[in-house]
T-cell receptor, first 112, second 114 residues
Framework: EDKVVQSPLSLVVHEGDTVTLNCSYE??????LLWYKQEKKAPTFLFML??SGIEKKSGRLSSILDKKELFSILNITATQTGDSAVYLC????????????WGLGTSLAVNP | ETGVTQSPTHLIKTRGQQVTLRCSSQ?????VSWYQQALGQGPQFIFQ???????GRGNFPPRFSGLQFPNYSSELNVNALELDDSALYLC?????????????FGPGTRLTVL
């Protein structure tokens, strides 16, 4: 059965810390790995990773995919209280199957 | 450019009832996906609609059904509600079937089944 596992499930840090969130996957017909940030309700898109070893970067956030070891990490440097959220990763499938396989998320709390 | 909107924001129903949730897609988007997110869980894919046709379905029973209208807005209908249907229901719109990186989520409808 396809699955995506995130760790840790929750994390509490202080402002300015750097955090690394992990996402491992076992997805048949894997196409890409997506990261989302969910604050109150709607998840907002962060990154889509399809190629191994190529880092995607957006400001203080960066992510990389390892297709051999079947995992991805999301790094956040110099964390701010506004980074507090649930970070979700999901695997997408090739072909005509449109569903995404989601992890449970990592709940990040950044304290001032 | 208007974003994805959903209605209602919150809803309380009792077991056995039926519910209809609505989603207006972002301007220019022709694909709508529906997800169920239980508390503390990741979203679960229910189904996707592309140009008024169902285009992919997750592991949900037939009492979960949907529609997409010519203006690409969409409805999710759930019949014979069960307690486990209590969740946040998210819809996401995108410009075509494969644009996962451009899938914009609405604020969600929080459904509580008593």
């Amino acid at each position: 059965e396809d699955k995506v596992v995130q760790s840790p499930l929750s994390l509490v840090v202080h402002e300015g810390d750097t955090v690394t969130l992990n996402c491992s996957y076992e997805v048949t017909n894997f196409r890409s790995l997506l990261w989302y940030k969910q604050e109150k309700k709607a998840p907002t898109f962060l990154f889509m990773l399809t190629s191994s070893g190529i880092e995607k970067k957006s400001g203080r956030l960066s992510s990389i995919l390892d297709k051999k070891e079947l995992f991805s990490i999301l790094n956040i440097t110099a964390t701010q209280t506004g980074d507090s959220a649930v970070y979700l990763c999901a695997g997408s499938l090739t072909g005509n199957n449109r569903k995404l396989i989601w992890g449970l998320g990592t709940s990040l709390a950044v304290n001032p | 450019e208007t974003g994805v909107t959903q209605s209602p924001t919150h809803l309380i129903k009792t077991r056995g009832q039926q519910v209809t949730l609505r989603c207006s897609s972002q301007s220019g988007h022709n694909t709508v996906s529906w997800y169920q997110q239980a508390l503390g869980q990741g979203p679960q894919f229910i189904f996707q609609y592309y140009r008024e046709e169902e285009n992919g379905r997750g592991n949900f029973p037939p009492r979960f059904s949907g529609l997409q209208f010519p203006n690409y807005s969409s409805e999710l209908n759930v019949n014979a509600l069960e307690l486990d249907d209590s969740a946040l229901y998210l819809c996401a719109s995108s410009q075509d079937r494969v644009s996962y990186n451009e899938q914009f989520f609405g604020p969600g409808t929080r459904l509580t089944v008593l």
